[in-house]
């Protein structure tokens, strides 16, 4: 599944995945086997590869010609793409998406993709750490046949006033090259227009003009009488239907989904469409024992549902972005998502290494374009527990919040801290955040600790800003009970969650949570060897979503406070 409605009407486009391809491990005991193996999938989940941590190379054909864009939706976590042999395209992090396109002849052709999940000084992201990267081409493979002339995106920024408006803006990529010969690109454009349709309102530029092997971006504001809003719980959605006609013939269309929801930040308060919502979450990573991080939709349905089930209206994408389709079920559903781009307590060392500020802002520049149309994320979050209590991590988050300015002004943002009162950032984005282990890293009480830390706010630049608890929880291996109550007994986890939730829920100016965290999930064996199963067993459910002693604990909890914080 590619998303979960249909993209195009005119553009040809076909999924690569949802089938077997070749598999050659290019390391390790079974170098140069060949297997057949399901993509999307992670190669853990094949017998003998469970613990491979090395390259491998997958291996399909495909059959088509002219401007071929293939779409890789994610590959964990290094990529070197070949087309009939010659190198096309290399792509790092396993988290977004990443394309190219080609000129070919019609007819079939060899696509290899060498994928590498190891560790080293080149990957300043995915290390050693409390989750598991994975191996493999972990998310779709989309192939799509273009004109010279296609969409790249189209994004719709609505806006509440009197009545609903929307920002539209399409990008038009042209994707003919200079030639003095036939002079194509002095082609007469007024024969080219682009369209844009959204909830009965229509929109048309007439003789539109991209230079040739440029991009160009077209944008109007289209009003709207009577639509229905997006919010919590109930995802009214939008088609947004973009089209190219040339001589009045559509050559390239691109539909995507909006919602008609505003996201702000006023007196300390985030507001969606004008209500503050109480955020009562979980932090999910995409971890299953079967699947890995390729979750497939049915799996991401079942998620989703348990979690409501549990009393949540949002989830945070730990530690990274996530698949387009989860947040397609997100945006259906009603579920706020807060996503943030991929990286987890690197030390201000990690942050120095040369190639982590180029690859953390990639993350961004490619997460931000792709999303930016679902509803349900109402925030940017970045750089997950980094260095921001040094001079250098607060340069590195401040480029990085420029970053998601440039590219979404009508998100707030923001970043999980765990930097408890020597925290240097906190001036920067529009929502303050912390993780706290209250119980489990310190024997303080929960209300002591997130008053303690409220209040420390309040004399930083920090000071009444919308105040979030991104993470916070306790340990628990599925069926350890012992009348100890003791550490990593479901009792003490059950114990210590009731009392974490109603310590920030009754926290003034704390706008809500997120649990650390939905499920148990692989860690890397190279990280933390404490941690038992090699997993981080914090879980409400286990990794087979098998409900802990916390399950009943958290929804009766949950269910105690309201889906909205001015109640
Ligand atoms: C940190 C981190 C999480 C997880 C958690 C834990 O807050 O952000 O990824 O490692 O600690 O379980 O200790």
Redesign the pocket.
């Known amino acids: 599944m590619i998303r979960t409605f249909r993209q195009h009407d005119v553009r040809k486009q076909q999924e690569l995945s949802g089938r077997l391809w070749n598999f050659m491990p290019l390391s390790g005991k079974y170098q140069g086997r060949q297997y057949q193996v399901s993509v999307p999938g992670c190669w853990e989940n094949l017998p003998e590869f469970e613990a491979y941590r090395g390259k491998a190379q997958y291996t399909a054909t495909f059959t088509a010609g002219g401007n071929v864009r293939l779409e890789f939706k994610g590959v964990s976590h290094t990529a070197e793409v070949y087309v009939d042999g010659e190198l096309v395209r290399e792509h790092y992090n396993a988290y977004t998406a990443f394309d190219v396109i080609l000129q070919l002849e019609q007819g079939e052709h060899l696509l290899e993709v060498k994928v590498d999940n190891r560790f080293s000084e080149e990957s300043a992201l995915h290390i050693p ?3 598991m990267t994975y191996g493999g081409i972990t998310r779709p493979v989309v192939l799509e046949e273009l004109a010279d002339t296609y969409i790249k995106w189209v994004h719709v920024t609505p806006v509440k006033e009197e009545n609903w408006k929307a920002k539209i803006e399409v990008c038009v990529a042209n994707l003919r090259k200079e030639s003095p010969k036939d002079s194509v690109c002095e082609k007469d454009d007024s024969r080219t227009e682009v369209k844009v349709e959204l909830a009965g309102q229509r929109y048309v530029w007439s003789g539109v003009s991209v230079p040739c092997g440029e991009e160009g971006v077209v944008s109007c504001e289209l009003s709207f009488e009577d639509v229905e809003e997006w919010g919590m719980h109930e995802g009214k959605l939008y088609e947004v239907h973009a089209w190219i006609l040339e001589d009045g013939k559509a050559v390239d269309d691109l539909i995507d989904r909006t919602g008609f929801r505003q996201v702000t930040v006023e007196n300390g308060t985030i507001y969606i469409n004008g209500s503050a919502p109480r955020i009562k979450g979980f ?1 999910r ?1 995409e971890d299953h024992p079967q699947f890995g991080c390729a979750i497939p939709y049915e799996a991401m349905v079942y998620d989703l549902m348990q979690m409501r089930d549990l009393g949540a209206n949002s989830v945070r994408t ?2 990274y972005p996530n698949d387009e389709v989860f947040l397609d079920l997100c945006d259906e559903m009603g579920i706020l998502v807060w996503e943030e781009n991929h990286a ?2 690197l030390s201000e060392e990690r942050m120095k290494n040369p190639n982590f500020e180029r690859q953390a802002e990639d993350v961004i520049r490619e997460m931000i374009p792709l999303h930016y149309n679902h509803p349900s994320i109402y925030i940017w979050g970045i750089l ?2 980094c260095a921001s209590n040094t001079e250098y991590g607060k340069e590195c988050y401040q480029k990085q919040f420029d970053l998601i300015q440039q590219l979404d002004t009508s998100r707030p943002r923001s970043f ?1 801290s ?1 930097q408890h009162k020597t925290d240097l950032c906190l001036g920067i984005p529009e929502v303050v955040s912390y ?1 706290i ?1 209250p119980l ?2 310190s024997d303080q009480q929960p209300e002591e600790f997130v008053s303690g830390l409220y209040d420390w706010v309040q004399e930083t630049e920090g000071a009444g800003k919308p105040f979030l608890i ?2 916070i ?1 306790a ?1 628990a291996v599925y069926g350890f009970r012992h009348p100890s109550h003791e550490k990593w007994t479901e009792e003490y986890q059950a114990e210590t969650l009731k009392k974490q939730i109603d310590a920030v829920m009754q926290q003034p100016g704390c706008q809500g949570m997120y649990i ?2 939905y499920c148990d999930v692989r ?1 890397s064996r190279e990280w ?1 060897n404490n941690r038992p199963r090699t997993m ?1 067993n ?1 879980g409400v459910v286990d990794e087979y979503r098998r409900p802990k002693l916390s399950y009943e604990v958290v929804r009766d909890a949950y269910a105690s406070y309201t889906d909205y914080a001015e109640e």
């Open positions: 750490n409390d989750y932090c990573h730990v530690h987890r307590g997950n527990e999980a765990c993780n282990y489990w890293y991104t993470e929880g340990g650390w965290q860690v933390f981080n914090k």
